[in-house]
């Protein structure tokens, strides 16, 4: 299985990214897929996760409203939209997959089994 990330990038204080995690490599529709950052000096954050084969959604509790989760099956890729960035969510974004639906645990990075390399968001203020 191999996770590749994009839509990174510099964005001002209030804007908008989209990213997009393209999942390469399942022979089945039954996994789930977790967005996660890490912040130079942090700990790696779980945010949301998407179950692919049901589609529920599971958010971090600080960022429901902000952060939204959503897939593409046909596409095979995972996107997750962020609004009213703030400099503080600044960090390396990465996706990850787990076999089945988002775990109880979906927001350990220790549940999923492959990540992508990750791609860099930067808000300035």
């Known amino acids: 299985v191999q996770l590749v990330e994009s839509g990174g990038g510099l964005v001002q204080a209030g804007g908008s990214l989209r990213l997009s995690c393209a999942v390469f490599?399942?022979?089945?529709?039954?996994?789930?897929i977790g967005w996660f950052r890490q912040a130079p000096g942090q700990e790696r954050e779980g945010l949301a996760c998407?179950?692919?084969?049901?589609?529920?959604?599971y958010y971090a509790d600080s960022k429901k409203g902000r952060f939204t989760i959503s897939s593409d099956n046909a596409k095979n890729t995972v996107y997750l939209q962020m609004n009213s960035l703030k400099p503080e969510d600044t960090a390396v974004y990465y996706c990850?997959?787990?076999?089945?639906?988002?775990?109880?645990?979906?927001?350990?990075?220790?549940?999923?089994?492959?990540w992508g390399q990750g791609t860099q968001v930067t808000v300035s203020s």
């Open positions: 990850a997959e787990e076999l089945g639906p988002c775990d109880q645990d979906w927001h350990h990075p220790w549940v999923f089994r492959s």
């Open positions: 490599g399942f022979t089945t529709d039954d996994y789930a």
């Open positions: 998407i179950s692919r084969g049901d589609g529920d959604t």
